[in-house]
Structures are given as structure tokens and as C-alpha cells.
T-cell receptor, first 112, second 114 residues
Framework: DMKVTQMPRYLIKRMGENVLLECGQD?????MYWYRQDPGLGLQLIYI???????SEGDIPKGYRVSRKKREHFSLILDSAKTNQTSVYFC???????????FGHGTKLSVL | KTQVEQSPQSLVVRQGENCVLQ??????????LRWFKQDTGKGLVSLTV?????DKTSNGRYSATLDKDAKHSTLHITATLLDDTATYIC?????????????FGAGTQLIVIP
């Protein structure tokens, strides 16, 4: 069906709590991404995954970690969330050629 | 330093009018350029991809140009509809594979009024 699904859509957490954002894709894409989008800024790359257990830091990895144990799932984890991690988080997946690129609907995270 | 600059930041047009969105970038190398549409609260949906040194694409009422010498792209929307209200994001890819990095502009917010 060619889609990227993110869960949850909205999340409110207190500072210091752990956060798990989940992403799934049904296209068997090797490459998956986590980005965050803040007002007035372009999307910023947090982590990129080239396949199962093959993950690389993006431009702003500090405070985040990822897990990819199955090709179709890519998780973003915030250990001890901070207020400056309030943002909208987008997951994306891409074919190896990069020609096909799909985004999820985003997870709006508020850290209070 | 921002490598992809979009203008205008926001734009209001009346339904039926045409509009042009601009994207200037400094990304090197510049393998390809994509335009995405982002509805409020939704993800990014690809409108078109430009690849050649001087490229043009057309997708219904959307058409786009790319000039790699000038590092400049335009997105034209013809006969705007209310549903065209969205943020349009320009993205430059530095490689022709998933190994490359994508550089995102902050977007142009288009509002179409009746």
C-alpha cells in the first residue's frame, strides 16, 4: 500500500521521562530516517538507518538513540526527555536509489 | 548556515490565480531537487523531482524548473484551488542514492482564499 506509519500521533511527556516513537513501513525499504521539524527551520536529520542494525548519526543526534531490529520498523528513543525536544518528529523511508521517498504523518511531542 | 533558502516565507493568493515559489540553494554537489507539499499536521508528499542541469517537470497544475548553474528552482502552481493551501518545501539531495543527504528549506506557506 506504500505507506509510512508513525505512532503515536500526539504525545505529552514530563521532563525526565522516557519516550518511544515508532515507525513502520510496508515497502521493504532498506533506508529509514528520523527527522525533527521546528517552526521556521527545515527538517533536521536525527538518525539514518541503512538496514537492520546499521544506523548512523545525523546532524542532531544528541539526546536521541534509535533501534532497528526489523527492516520494516525503526524506533526513536529519548532517554530522559528535555523540554527542548518538544517538536514534530517525522519518519521517512527510501528505496536504495533514493528515487522513492515517503514520509509519515509525524508525531507531535510536547515535553513539559 | 542555511543551505536552502525559500521565498517568499508566506503567500496569500485568491482561488484561480497563479503563483510562483522560489528556492535558492548552496548545496554542493546538487544531484537532484524535490518539491514537497505539506498539509497542516500532515507529512510531506512529493510533487516532483528535478535532476538535470537545466530541468523542467510538470505534474498537473504544478510545474517546476531547475537551473543548477544558478542553483535555483521555481515551483509554479496554476489556477490555484483552496486545497492548495499548504506549506511547500524545497529539498536538495547531494547524491543520487539513499546514501546521500537531503537538505531541507524551511518552506513557503501558501494560503489560497476564496
Amino acid at each position: 500500500d506504500m505507506k509510512v506509519t508513525q505512532m503515536p500521533r500526539y504525545l505529552i511527556k514530563r521532563m525526565g521521562e522516557n519516550v518511544l516513537l515508532e515507525c513502520g513501513q510496508d515497502m521493504s525499504h532498506e533506508t529509514m530516517y528520523w527527522y525533527r521539524q521546528d517552526p521556521g527551520l527545515g527538517l533536521q536529520l536525527i538518525y539514518i538507518s541503512y538496514d537492520v542494525d546499521s544506523n548512523s548519526e545525523g546532524d542532531i543526534p544528541k539526546g536521541y538513540r534509535v533501534s532497528r531490529k526489523k527492516r520494516e520498523h525503526f524506533s526513536l528513543i529519548l532517554d530522559s526527555a528535555k523540554t527542548n525536544q518538544t517538536s514534530v518528529y517525522f519518519c521517512a523511508s527510501s528505496s536504495r536509489s533514493g528515487e522513492r521517498l515517503f514520509f509519515g504523518h509525524g508525531t507531535k511531542l510536547s515535553v513539559l | 548556515k542555511t543551505q536552502v533558502e525559500q521565498s517568499p516565507q508566506s503567500l496569500v493568493v485568491r482561488q484561480g490565480e497563479n503563483c510562483v515559489l522560489q528556492c535558492n540553494y548552496s548545496v554542493t554537489p546538487d544531484n537532484h531537487l524535490r518539491w514537497f507539499k505539506q498539509d497542516t499536521g500532515k507529512g510531506l508528499v512529493s510533487l516532483t523531482v528535478l535532476v538535470d542541469q537545466k530541468d523542467k517537470t510538470s505534474n498537473g497544475r504544478y510545474s517546476a524548473t531547475l537551473d543548477k548553474d544558478a542553483k535555483h528552482s521555481t515551483l509554479h502552481i496554476t489556477a490555484t484551488l483552496l486545497d492548495d493551501t499548504a506549506t511547500y518545501i524545497c529539498v536538495v539531495g547531494d547524491r543520487g542514492s539513499a546514501l546521500g543527504r537531503l537538505h531541507f528549506g524551511a518552506g513557503t506557506q501558501l494560503i489560497v482564499i476564496p
